[in-house]
């Protein structure tokens, strides 16, 4: 972790396209124990507050990376979370390290490439994930890089994004990422982007 000053004009976060309360205590735990700090006013299902106010709060912590949330509560259309999200990436005073891109069921949606997933197992993979976190049968996946489909992941098409790891339903996916054992799946992916950063933490 790195203390942020006034010299420091970006601030570094890994964006989260999930924010409901098992997901919201899943990052926090997360954050907690890797050392990284968390915006948890990001939270809800949908994202209840704008992408502004979620910079001004990002110019409030004390050091980073930072973990912020968002959350279209399951619409395929740009709601708030993707609406809050593509405001923050955007920002000048913002630097994306990468994006944690959840998968869910919803329909209509084109999906987002992803750099890598990691599945129910905690295996980092070159293959797609679904909700559950298990990987998706070839017929669904014609592609030769792993896509995630999610309700809040398609902006991410639409902004500067150095590293997108994919997974399941944040702090579920059958028990395997459940917040009993730490979130483990979760915790492997922001691992992930913390490693290809080069960003030491904890």
Do not use: W
């Not at 619409?75 to 630097?95: F, M, S, T």
């Amino acid at each position: 972790m790195e203390k942020v000053t006034e010299l420091d004009k970006k601030i570094r976060v890994i964006l989260v396209t999930d924010g409901d309360k098992v997901a919201q205590q899943a990052v926090e735990t997360i954050g907690a124990s890797l050392g990284l700090r968390c915006i948890s006013a990001s939270a809800g299902n949908p994202t209840p507050i704008s992408g502004k106010k979620i910079v001004e709060l990002l110019k409030t912590v004390p050091y980073d990376p930072v973990l912020v949330m968002f959350d279209d509560k399951g619409r395929c259309e740009k709601a708030e979370g993707e609406q809050a999200l593509e405001y923050v990436a955007n920002h000048p005073d913002i630097e994306v390290l990468g994006a944690v891109a959840v998968a869910s069921n919803t329909t209509g949606i084109d999906g987002v490439s992803a750099d890598a997933c990691i599945d129910c197992q905690g295996h980092v993979i070159d293959l797609s994930v679904d909700k559950k976190g298990e990987i998706k049968k070839q017929k669904d996946c014609a592609c030769n890089h792993p896509v995630i489909t999610g309700d809040t992941v398609d902006v991410l098409n639409d902004v500067e994004i150095p590293v997108i790891i994919g997974v399941g339903d944040i702090g579920k996916m059958d028990k395997h990422d459940d917040l009993s054992r730490g979130a483990p799946i979760t915790r492997r992916a922001i691992e992930e982007i913390l490693k290809r950063s080069d960003i030491i933490h904890g």
